[in-house]
């Protein structure tokens, strides 16, 4: 699979781990050097108190470093501000879930301050920055096929469009390559959260092969 890149823009260096940078001209932490976008783990979990836990986290980024995991942008549920989402490079997806398995990549410090915590990896189908975006729909559901879904998906662009929906990622769930995430910058609220019940994305959707019914969610940057 051809891999995706993104150029960081020095400029936008807000620097600290995917926390402060959106999925677009944020979706990018490290602004100094070039971004290869293939391989992703999203950590999701509860923190206590976020800004005890940020800082320990950023300490130990290091650790993470070590076995190839590289923060790129966190993010959280809008309405829930202490339910995270952590989105990480990955280099080697057996070497990185044998360390987070093991919690070598955060120290107790941290641990302590998270809980519920779920890792998923993902392949990169598709990345496209999008330089204003703050806020976020996540979708995840299962296709029969993914080939006859990404062409209807495409297909769809116009319906996301009118939805004020702006493209910005697609990616398979590696554990389970039927399992499809499909991430937009949102530029208008309430459109974006009427756009899952629309009838014309359900009949789109159930054309594709869409198994079941989508799961949904907001986020936001901090």
Do not use: C
Not at 75 to 85: N, R, V
Not at 109 to 131: I, W
Not at 138 to 145: F, G
């Amino acid at each position: 699979m051809k891999t995706l890149k993104f150029m960081r823009n020095p400029l936008r260096s807000l620097g600290l781990f995917f926390v402060l940078m959106p999925f677009g001209s944020s979706f990018a932490q490290n602004q100094h050097h070039e971004t290869t976008l293939d391989k992703i783990v999203e950590t999701t979990f509860v923190v206590k108190d976020f800004d005890v836990w940020r800082p320990q986290f950023l300490k130990d980024s290091l650790m993470r470093k070590q076995y190839g995991i590289d923060t790129f942008i966190t993010i959280s549920k809008i309405g829930e501000p202490h339910y995270i989402m952590n989105v990480a490079t990955v280099d080697d997806v057996a070497n990185a879930k044998k360390a987070m398995n093991n919690h070598a990549t955060h120290s107790m410090e941290a641990m302590r301050e998270m809980s519920g915590v779920k890792n998923v990896y993902y392949q990169v189908v598709r990345f496209v920055p999008s330089p204003n975006g703050t806020k976020w729909m996540i979708m995840n559901h299962r296709v029969k096929d993914f080939d006859t879904w990404f062409a209807g998906f495409q297909k769809g662009k116009s319906i996301r469009d009118a939805a004020g929906l702006v493209d910005v990622l697609v990616a398979r769930n590696i554990d389970d390559p039927n399992m499809v995430q499909v991430v937009n910058d949102i530029t208008d609220m309430k459109k974006a959260k009427e756009f899952p019940h629309s009838k014309i994305l359900k009949k789109r959707m159930k054309m594709a092969g869409v198994i079941g019914t989508p799961e949904v969610a907001y986020y936001e940057t901090r």
